[in-house]
């Protein structure tokens, strides 16, 4: 099962940062991203989303998958293709509003960052997280690991 965290930070480039270790981390295979966003909210408080990729074109190419897979077991696979791209699109299109949102609620130059981790090595990755200091803003870690996560960012 795949885990959301969003981590907010001090200042505009420690988003940044903490993405390219977690990529350094994905290649020795202590992590796996299934995608990372990183928001920046500038001096002005404009806001800046940098993607990984387009989430609500691989919600909708993911979609589209299932909605064929789904469509073939009914006999009409190009419906099932439809709909499935359709509610694809429409996840990845509320995936980017929630992270407009949080995106609203963090200060001006200050930056957060959205990782979606399919499977890590949680010890060694908070190991390598420790020197970033930074505030959870949402998980879908247990209160205990996110407690965990908390405090390793807290002590940076």
């Known amino acids: ?69 789904v469509g073939a077991i009914f006999f009409n696979p190009v419906l099932g293709l439809v709909v499935g791209a359709l509610v694809g699109a429409i996840s990845g299109s509320l995936t980017d509003n929630f992270i407009r949102e949080v995106g609203c609620t963090i200060s001006p130059s200050t930056s957060a960052m959205f990782a979606l981790v399919r499977e890590s090595t ?10 970033f200091e930074g505030k959870v803003l949402r998980t879908s870690l247990s209160h205990e ?9 807290t002590a940076a």
């Open 145 to 153: 690991d996110e407690a965990k996560l908390q405090a390793v960012l």
């Open 122 to 131: 949680p010890d060694q990755v908070l190991t390598d997280l420790s020197r």
């Open 1 to 69: 099962m795949n885990t959301l965290i969003a981590i907010g930070f001090k200042d505009e480039f420690a988003a940044d940062e903490v993405i390219l270790e977690l990529r350094k981390l994905g290649r020795d295979n202590l992590i796996n991203l299934e995608d990372a966003v990183i928001v920046i909210k500038n001096k002005d408080g404009k806001i800046r989303i940098k993607q990984t990729q387009r989430i609500t074109t691989a919600g909708a190419l993911s979609g589209s998958l299932w909605g064929i897979l």
